[in-house]
């Protein structure tokens, strides 16, 4: 189990909730959120409700401002717990929408996608172990999404807003 809590001034002050599960809208509880602490687990926050917008995953440890979550404002609309599971880790990736074109498998991380596949733009993936993460950029930087076991037939389905993925990790329990 996880558990993160959301405080809504900074350096964890003010009003708080606790959390351990998904949450669709946190908006309904704080006002905002200026700080959060993850006491376990991992989890996905969002700056929209219904886990849309930007994401940025959070592990274990303190976040005194939305700066040390990469956010850019205090806008924390909704969470999702990131199961952990033990084992290996597998995706298939496309080169075109609904699985078509160019098959590329990845069991492990991917610091870039151009060196490793000879391309950057992930039109669609099928999931079978493992809680991953999408970055738009090289070196695990830029936005990032949550891509859990599942089908996605476009990328557009993971949240992303156009096919281009730069790296790519596994979500690993520390």
Known sequence: MG???????????????ECN?????????????????????????????????????LRRGEYPDCHHWMGVRDCVCSCRLIPMEPGSFSMRLYQ?????GQVMDLADDCPSVEERFHR????????????????????????MYLIRPGEYKRFSEWGGRNARVGSIRRILEY
């Open 3 to 17: 558990k993160i809590i959301f405080y809504e001034d900074k350096n964890f002050s003010g009003r708080h909730f």
């Open 21 to 57: 599960y998904d949450c669709t809208d946190l908006m309904c509880l704080l006002k905002h959120c200026n700080s959060i602490r993850v006491e376990s687990g991992c989890f996905m926050i969002y700056d929209q409700s219904n886990y849309s917008g930007n994401q940025y995953c």
């Open 96 to 100: 075109r929408t609904e699985f078509g």
């Open 120 to 143: 950057n733009d992930i039109f669609s993936c099928n999931v079978s172990k493992g809680n991953w993460l999408f970055y738009e950029h090289p070196d695990f930087r830029g936005r």
